[in-house]
């Protein structure tokens, strides 16, 4: 019924239908609109003079073109320009109005003279005729065209072409197969040599035993070893084939406790701290009989394997922290409030709104239990324990969190897509259920993943210097979700991706031994979808003087940054000296107990019970931060914000022209860009001295090839922001239509360029 | 104060990188004389609100305790000066706090000149909501209540100007029977601070002192400003000179000219002496329009765009009544406000009220401007609330952010206070005046009722939108000077300078609200404003402080009947004198850029770092403005190293020819960006 095979190009040419009433900003293409297409990508339907929305109000900046469904996207083919100068990087997959079909969420067919709407599914018939398409997508955007020009039957065919390939019943029918499998025709030569699964990209895919072997000794976890029992998925189906664990466990004993555990899945190593603690996940124990015996191997294991013999502490992420249905319900009112209800009418409750979505809820939840987590390790100097009934949902949320707040090179972006690729890919989490590509069960579709990003971004906004990348970085990297050809976001765990190839290499009879060749490249080679230029978007400027280096006196000296250890501290202090008041108060308080009956009320004295962990957060807020130490976030309501660049990017009305945090970013990466050029100019004068090499790595500028996106300009005046940066940047609203029926207001009506208000009651209404 | 100064020293002479300076200069180069001076006096407001923005932190006791020993701090600091940045001297100065601190005289008292003590209390408790509560000795001043613990390790400070009080409260414990007393200081500048002291025989009752000091005008008493004697080395009296704003604007042109009706203020008397009107229009007309519009105050033009000659005019209600009164001669003026401007044969009146209130005062005698009456005018209600709706919703404001906060329910108690909301309206209405200016080419009538409140806020935000001028240092003291303070914004009453009537239904933050609605366009547009956000909330401190004579009174008749210039120092005085300190380091000059903020509440956020700076927990984030510096410094660092560099290799040999040298724009040391370290 749908299978790849049957995919042959359906393309169907309409004379355009008689009219009697011909629009008059009709213009028929003169060239021939053609899709452009990837290897592997088939056109499916096609239908012309579809009319792309781009203004809500009028359809004066309309679009017109051919509407394209292929095997990977919906894309939209046009000779006209978009109205107004506008930014948006371009991915090198997909055109400017392109849209994978893993993106959709929901395709919605409309007939305005019927009244009529519908949501597609698969194979599903349409009793009218649809003048309107809307497309919900998953990054937030929603997408609609109008069929008032284009024939009827085109029109539904396209429709249903879409929505039935929106749906594949089946892994393999999704683009990415196709697009290896295209691959793998491609010249042996090339295959040779530049596409290695590795794509090129430094980060570890952790697929070896060697990749492991290098974590275990950058983190000096010397009691512990990888362990290759699950070799070919031999113990543990949703575990990697090597993973870390106590190096005093043996391969019998473990094999034998997989036994009583969910999935087999053994307790699996993260991260040690530099104090020697470890931190470890695992699923719970499905025997009941067996939890005791085995809750106490396990830990005395994990005790022998730490230096000092710590203890052991269990933290249960299931009683703790939100399950996966409340995240993805929260996401679901998130996204209603930001993007669907409309925008006037959500303002004057916008702040109750966000409140009671609970998404910052959740994102405090995750982020409180993590940083409890720090505080066990590294105040307590005890190795903690992971626990989730499977081990594959919050247990990568929180233990991948845990280590971007200890471990500075989790904040470097390779440390970063290591520590993704650990504890996320590897670790077995479904992100083909959780991402729903199938739309299959949306039961089993749960933001996880983009929670994980929130947070990161919230750790991000509060220590901004802390993070090699940008939070561009990691909208980008939430989209390429939605672009089903990376093996990052494909599969529900390794084995999943091992056998879904194996079987796709005997379906199209790939000789024995050479499946190894048909691969997935990881999204982390970032020259997939990136020009090396737009790359740059990823690189913080603020970061600039950590990883790098400079030259003083003949030799090479790290920049540290002790004065701004100073700076905190003033920041700080004044905690510090607020606790000593309390304890001094301590002592004060019996001298004058005759003070103590005053009214209570009038006092209001608040004698908190202080935990241990809440008086290590207390001491840690009261010292400087570290940006490349530990960083705990401030989990206060007023400290945790909305994430306005992934949520508000794409509606019209809420971006702010000219302005936004890409106006500092503007001058903060010409700076960082004029720093490296005099980094490389040092560099340069001192020739090819003994002097220590910079270091290697990301951080290295060479000296023809800048790391910052803006480059530090010619003239010495400084110049305001170009003006086509906004607060989405580096994304545009623009040609994004956020509601189907868009309310005019007066901003709205200014960002749309129209110079007549409405009367003086219609506003006076609208304001209220 | 001497504290501030290795700020100016350092970041005028970056540090030699890799070593210690060899001679540290003297520290107080920048304005020595009244520097020197006052040595002593530490707790003149610079040092507090350089503490605050430096740290940004809710400091509710201050740590401004010593001075005499920055120069411990720096030799001590010498050793790791090495690492670069010259900028962080504030962390010295802290450094300095906590170890100076055990030399300091415990109960030495930093006063500002002029200040004299007024009272002791010792054995005080302090019931801090945040710590608990603190035992130590309370000293009133003429300026402030200050009070101080030593014991326990670090000192603990409380520093309150009492210009900021609002309301003094005692609760009295008769079961005790010792003469416990409680008391209690409301503040307008959002928190509260509780206290218990013992009433001592043969003392004068610390309340019966503060309540005198706090609230002079109802002592018979002057406002402390009259009795500070700081010396700056700036006049900031000089800063507004209307004659030279106005032709700064182009003015007088074929339109518009100055006219000297008010020169006694006569005319109105709380509107400034020096009035742009149109040419055309004779003294018996404009005499006429004054009996026309509440309390006289006619339209007068507050900005004239540079290309479309479209105007912002300001006025109050026309008084048309119940019987729809008519003005020939207002009927007139607007007629040739409109013909003023060539581009447009409209002209737009914005009625800040709401329409339902404009149509009650119509009632009681005031009114609207009737289309039929007036061809060609068109007629917009803005729909924002009056002054006393405003003073409730920072009331709620208040309850929400102090002393505690509500973890669970943040955002909806903002919700309910409002407070957004009203930002979000002005804001809305001024982003349309500016519109109506810049795309619409339109000449517009501001107003409300009186035309000194919402007309203030909403001209004064159109003006910051459409003339960069306005967003640099010097502009916003202009903008501020000419649309609020010459303009008769009555800050006395709405602030209670000295008064004890803490229910004056006269009273409202409108002034508060305006520079939140700067901050929020800050928040904004972050490279477009010279100043920083320390700028604005020192603005608001001095508000209330009654330190500088800015503020006082309520129209420039007022001021000049009480020698305000000649009598006390202009806010901008002390400003101006440090302008480094004031000055945002992303600043770039979007000249003839209008800047329209997005009024939606999406991007409108409670600004905590004033609101809520009082509560210790909440930290701001670590300020990017700060890593700015730092890769300013940086580069300076670099810069002059690869100079050197240069130096060594033209003076060796081969390297002479080398084109490389003027290839790299970094050469050049001198950036404008420099002077913003």
């Known amino acids: 019924m749908f299978s790849v095979k049957q995919l042959k190009p359906t393309f169907k040419s309409y004379l355009p239908p008689v009219q009697t009433d011909v629009k008059k900003n009709i213009q028929p293409p003169i060239k021939k609109l053609e899709a452009r297409l990837l290897p592997g990508e088939i056109v499916v339907n096609e239908a012309n003079f579809v009319r792309k929305c781009i203004g809500a109000e009028s359809s004066h900046d309309d679009l017109w073109g051919k509407l394209i469904c292929t095997n990977f996207k919906v894309s939209f083919i046009t000779h006209d320009a978009l109205p107004k100068e506008r930014f948006q990087v371009a991915n090198r997959l997909l055109g400017e109005h392109d849209i994978p079909l893993t993106c959709l969420e929901q395709v919605v067919t409309v007939n305005d003279t019927k009244g009529k709407k519908k949501v597609l599914g698969s194979n599903q018939k349409l009793k009218f005729n649809p003048t309107e398409l809307i497309l919900y997508c998953k990054d937030l955007r929603i997408v609609r065209f109008c069929f008032d020009e284009a024939g009827p039957e085109s029109a539904k065919k396209v429709c249903l072409a879409i929505a039935h390939y929106t749906h594949p019943a089946d892994p393999q029918l999704l683009f990415g197969f196709e697009y290896v499998w295209r691959q793998y025709h491609g010249s042996t030569e090339e295959r040779m040599n530049g596409s290695s699964p590795r794509g090129g990209s430094k980060t570890p895919l952790f697929d070896c035993s060697s990749e492991w072997d290098r974590e275990i000794k950058r983190t000096g976890a ?94 249960d992420l299931d009683k703790s922290v939100p399950n996966i249905q409340d995240i993805q319900n929260a996401f679901v009112k998130i996204r209603q409030i930001c993007v669907m209800d409309p925008f006037e009418e959500s303002e004057e409750k916008w702040l109750s709104s966000i409140e009671n979505s609970q998404w910052l809820d959740y994102v405090r939840a995750v982020l409180k239990h993590s940083a409890e987590v720090v505080y066990l390790l590294e105040g307590k100097n005890a190795s903690v324990i992971l626990q989730e009934e499977e081990d594959r949902d919050l247990n990568c949320v929180v233990s991948s969190l845990v280590q971007i707040m200890l471990d500075p090179h989790y904040r470097t972006l390779t440390g970063f897509q290591t520590l993704v690729q650990k504890d996320w890919v590897m670790a077995g989490h479904r992100f083909l259920d959780r991402c729903n590509h199938l739309k299959k069960n949306d039961k089993e579709q749960s933001p996880l993943f983009l929670l994980f990003l929130d947070c990161v971004w919230q750790i991000m906004n509060q220590y901004p210097s802390a993070f090699e990348f940008t939070e561009t970085y990691l909208v980008v990297l939430s989209d390429s979700m939605w672009i089903p050809v990376f093996s990052t976001f494909l599969f529900n765990c390794p084995r999943h ?114 935990s241990p962990s809440e008086h290590f957060f207390r001491d840690w807020f009261s010292r400087p931060a570290d940006p490349q130490g530990l960083l705990l976030p401030v989990l206060l309501p007023s400290h945790l914000a909305l994430w306005k660049l992934y949520f508000l990017r794409w509606v019209p009305e809420a971006c702010i022209r000219g302005g936004g945090f890409v106006a500092a970013y503007h001058k903060l990466s010409q700076l960082a860009d004029e720093i490296e050029t005099l980094q490389s100019q040092l560099r340069r004068y001192k020739g090819p001295s003994p002097a220590p090499a910079p270091p290697s790595g990301p951080s290295r500028p060479s000296s023809d090839q800048s790391k910052m996106y803006f480059k530090a300009s010619s003239s010495y005046e400084p110049s305001p922001p170009p003006e086509y940066l906004s607060s989405s940047f580096p994304f545009s609203p623009v040609g994004n239509l956020c509601r189907p029926s868009l309310h005019g207001t007066p901003i709205s009506k200014f960002l749309n360029g129209a110079k007549i208000w409405l009367s003086t009651e219609t506003l006076a209404n609208e304001t209220l | 104060m001497d504290k501030q100064a290795p700020a100016y020293d350092s970041a005028d002479s970056p540090t030699p990188p890799g070593g210690v300076r060899p001679n540290r200069k003297p520290r107080t180069p920048a304005y020595s004389g009244s520097r020197q001076a006052s040595v002593e006096a530490l707790d003149s407001p610079s040092s507090s609100h350089v503490e605050w923005c430096k740290q940004l932190i809710a400091a509710t006791i201050s740590s401004q305790i010593s001075g005499s020993i920055s120069s411990d701090a720096s030799a001590r600091d010498g050793k790791d000066l090495g690492e670069g940045a010259p900028h962080c001297n504030d962390a010295e100065n802290h450094q300095a706090l906590k170890e100076g601190s055990m030399q300091v005289q415990m109960d030495e008292v930093p006063l500002v000149p002029g200040e004299g003590v007024k009272a002791i209390a010792k054995d005080v408790m302090y019931v801090c909501p945040f710590s608990g509560s603190v035992t130590g000795t309370m000293t009133i001043t003429d300026y402030k209540l200050y009070f101080a613990c030593f014991e326990g390790g670090s000192p603990f400070i409380l520093d309150v100007n009492l210009g900021a009080v609002s309301r003094l409260e005692t609760i009295s414990v008769p079961s005790n029977g010792n003469d416990t007393k409680g008391l209690e200081l409301v503040c307008k500048d959002m928190r509260s601070l509780r206290f218990a002291y013992k009433k001592e025989e043969n003392q004068p009752d610390v309340v019966e002192v503060l309540a005198k000091y706090a609230f002079p005008l109802c002592k018979d008493l002057t406002l402390f400003a009259f009795l500070y004697k700081e010396a700056f080395p700036v006049d900031g009296w000089k800063v507004y000179d209307p004659l030279m704003e106005y032709k700064r604007q182009g003015l007088p042109n074929e339109s518009w000219t100055f006219s000297k009706i008010n020169t006694n203020y006569e005319l109105c008397e709380t509107y400034p002496s020096l009035l742009v009107i149109p040419t055309s229009i004779k003294d018996e007309d404009i005499k006429r329009v004054a009996l026309f519009r509440a309390k006289h105050r006619i339209p007068v033009l507050s900005w004239i765009h540079p290309e479309s000659q479209a105007t912002i005019v300001r006025s109050s209600q026309p008084l048309v009544g119940p019987s729809d009164r008519r003005c020939k001669e207002d009927e007139r003026f607007l007629q040739t406000i409109m013909d003023a401007n060539a581009q447009s044969h409209k002209l737009t009146i914005f009625d800040a009220r709401q329409s339902s209130v404009a149509f009650t005062n119509k009632a009681k005698d005031g009114g609207y ?37 509500d973890q669970a329910h943040w955002y909806s108690a903002i919700d309910q206070t409002h407070w957004l909301e009203y930002i979000r309206l002005l804001l809305a209405g001024a982003v349309r005046i500016a519109d109506k200016l810049e795309s619409g080419k339109t000449s517009v009538v501001v107003r409300c009722s009186d035309g000194w409140d919402r007309t203030a806020q909403l001209s004064s935000l159109a003006m910051l939108m459409l003339d960069s001028y306005y967003r640099t240092l010097r502009g916003f003291q202009v903008l501020v000077e000419k649309e609020w303070i010459s303009f008769g914004h009555k800050f006395a009453s709405r602030v209670g300078h000295g008064d004890e009537n803490h229910a004056n239904s006269e009273r409202s933050p409108l002034f508060t609200q305006f520079i939140d609605c700067v901050w929020q366009m800050t928040q904004q547009f972050p490279a477009a404003f010279e100043f920083n956000e320390l700028f604005l909330i020192t603005v608001l401190d001095h508000l209330y402080s009654c330190l500088f004579g800015t503020f006082l009174y309520n129209s420039e008749q007022e001021r000049i009947a009480k020698d305000v210039q000649t009598k006390t120092v202009s806010l901008w005085s002390y400003v101006n004198s440090q302008p480094e300190d004031f000055t945002n380091p992303f600043y770039v000059d979007y000249e003839h850029h209008v800047l329209y903020p997005l009024a939606s509440t999406r991007h409108l956020e409670l600004w905590t770092s004033y609101y809520a700076r009082w509560n210790p927990r909440m930290r701001p984030q670590m300020p990017v403005h700060q890593t700015l510096k730092e890769l300013l410094c940086l580069r300076t660092e670099l810069q002059r190293k690869v100079e050197e560099l240069q130096r060594e290799a033209s003076s060796s040999l081969s390297l002479s020819s080398s084109s490389e040298r003027t290839s790299s724009p970094s050469h050049q040391g001198g950036t404008p960006l420099h002077s913003a370290v």
Request: charged fraction near 25%; charge should be positive; include cysteine.
């Open chain 1, 497 to 610: 991706h091992a056998e879904t190839i194996t079987d796709f290499a005997k379906s199209k009879s790939v000789p024995s031994g050479e499946e190894d060749v048909l691969h997935f490249p990881p999204v982390w080679n970032w020259s997939q979808q990136f020009f090396v230029k737009d790359q740059n978007l990823f690189h913080n400027p603020m970061y600039v003087g950590k990883g790098a280096r400079c030259v003083q006196n003949g030799a090479v000296k790290s920049f540290r940054r002790t004065k701004h250890k100073s700076y905190s501290s003033t920041l700080r202090g004044m905690p510090s000296s607020l606790r000593n008041g309390v304890n001094g108060s301590n002592g004060t308080l019996p001298r004058r107990n005759s003070l103590a009956v005053l009214k209570a009320d009038f006092f209001q004295l608040r004698e908190e019970e202080v």
């Open chain 2, 369 to 405: 401007e009737s289309e039929s009456f007036y061809p060609n005018v068109e007629l917009n209600f803005l729909e924002i609330p009056n002054i006393h709706v405003m003073r409730e919703s920072l009331r709620k404001l208040k309850e929400v952010v102090y002393p505690t906060i």
């Open chain 1, 222 to 315: 010397a009691e512990w070893r990888v362990c290759s029992i699950n070799e070919r998925y031999a113990i543990s189906p949703s575990l990697p084939e090597y993973f870390v664990v106590p190096a005093s466990l043996a391969d019998q004993d473990l094999k034998q406790y997989s036994q009583f555990f969910t999935d087999q899945r053994i307790p699996l190593w993260c991260w040690n701290h530099p104090n020697g603690s470890a931190l470890v996940r695992m699923a719970s124990i499905s025997d009941p009989l067996q939890q005791k015996r085995l809750d106490q191997r396990i830990c005395n294991a994990i005790i022998k394997s730490h230096p000092q013999r710590s203890e052991v502490v269990k933290s």
